[in-house]
């Protein structure tokens, strides 16, 4: 029984840290992109990287535009009471020919969803989103 609490107690640590880490580790991937992009930018300025084509730059998705366009196709392709793993969801959008900026895409899709009022988790470490219902 003591055995069976302290395993219990051990696994809820472990818990906690993992959560803690993703934490972490979705704001590094935030901070990533954000001096990819800013990089980029530089570089563009200096003459030392071409600009991307007008075309590219539409499709090439980051911040809270990537988040505006990932709800609209989540909407448009699973509906609005779907459930989906965000993976999966990735994947839509990349079917449609969007790029996702970053050297880690899914990453950065996947910090970006995270923080979207208009998504909410399904369960707890399941990977699964669904839209969050406006009251």
Do not use: C
Request: proline share 1%; hydrophobic share 40%; charged share 35%.
């Amino acid at each position: 029984m003591q055995q069976q609490r302290r395993l219990i107690a051990r696994i809820n640590q472990q818990r906690e840290e993992v959560d803690a880490l993703e934490s972490v580790l979705a704001s590094l991937a935030d901070q990533l992109s954000r001096d990819e992009f800013l990089l980029g930018e530089v570089e563009s300025v200096l003459g030392r990287a071409p600009q991307l084509r007008l075309e590219e730059a539409n499709l090439q998705l980051r911040g809270q535009r990537l988040e505006k366009i990932a709800v609209e196709v989540f909407e448009e392709e699973l509906g609005s009471n779907a459930e989906v793993h965000y993976k999966e969801w990735f994947e839509l959008l990349r079917d449609r020919g969007y790029r996702i900026a970053g050297k880690q895409p899914v990453n950065t899709f996947l910090t970006q969803i995270g923080r979207s009022d208009a998504v909410e988790r399904v369960g707890r470490r399941t990977g699964r989103y669904r839209l969050a219902k406006v009251a």
